[in-house]
């Protein structure tokens, strides 16, 4: 059984509401594809053109649509967590950070997106966090000025995904897509989750912090 926290709505890429933050180990890597398999202690993602199987367990951390009301179902039910099928579907687009033991692929967090990005998916190394005040935004950048004073601007798309509290509204009135540019605005405190691919900063995650 899995241990699930939060929920995801489409925005550009939006996720609202609560959120888990998993140890970022060294060896920690973050696949995109789509699911193809589940089983009680494992999760299947095409990757590409490679399907990778990932192990799961209680310590686990799933991100999706629904995932709260699930859970409070399974705690109802006297289940100590909702099964992974009740929560993510196959062919559903998913985000996952894992850790490689063995040769054998550990997922510590598991994360529904909107797409699986180009090529049907893909491998990163470990992704870093930065955190500061939103300097900038644009449909595609987002620009923020560290606690240090250094400037730091991070390319966004559609596999971007946002965390913040307050935006569901604004995403169902806009027909549960939301622009970057609605939600934050200049002097929001965000932290932000990122690759460093080929010298581009490719935001994956940005949490708001604190509104200005």
């Known amino acids: 059984m899995k241990r699930f926290s939060g929920f995801s709505v489409a925005l550009l890429t939006l996720a609202i509401g609560a959120w888990a933050a998993t140890s970022n180990a060294q060896d920690t890597r973050t696949a995109r594809g789509t699911v193809i398999?589940?089983?009680?202690?494992?999760?299947?993602?095409?990757?590409?053109?490679?399907d990778m199987k990932f192990s799961v367990d209680?310590?686990?951390?799933?991100?999706?649509?629904?995932?709260?009301?699930?859970?409070?179902?399974?705690?109802?039910?006297?289940?100590s967590g909702p099964a992974l099928a009740d929560v993510l579907k196959t062919g559903q687009a998913v985000k996952v950070d894992y850790r490689e033991t063995g040769g054998m692929f550990y997922a510590t967090r598991v994360q529904a997106v909107t797409s699986a990005g180009s090529g049907g998916g893909s491998i990163s190394s470990q992704?870093?966090?930065?955190?500061?005040?939103?300097k900038a935004i644009a449909a595609n950048?987002?620009?923020?000025?560290?606690?240090?004073?250094?400037?730091?601007?991070?390319?966004?798309?559609s596999s971007t995904n946002l965390v913040a509290r307050g935006a569901g509204t604004k995403a169902k009135a806009s027909g549960g897509r939301l622009a970057l540019t609605d939600a934050l605005k200049a002097g929001d405190r965000v932290s932000i989750d990122y690759h460093d691919m080929e010298g581009t900063m490719h935001a994956t995650t940005v949490r708001l912090i604190a509104a200005k």
């Open 37 to 50: 398999a589940m089983a009680s202690n494992s999760l299947t993602v095409r990757v590409g053109a490679n």
């Open 58 to 79: 209680p310590q686990t951390v799933v991100v999706a649509t629904g995932a709260g009301t699930q859970a409070r179902k399974a705690e109802a039910a006297g289940k």
């Open 127 to 134: 992704e870093k966090t930065s955190s500061g005040a939103v």
């Open 141 to 157: 950048s987002l620009t923020i000025s560290e606690a240090s004073g250094k400037d730091m601007t991070f390319a966004i798309d």
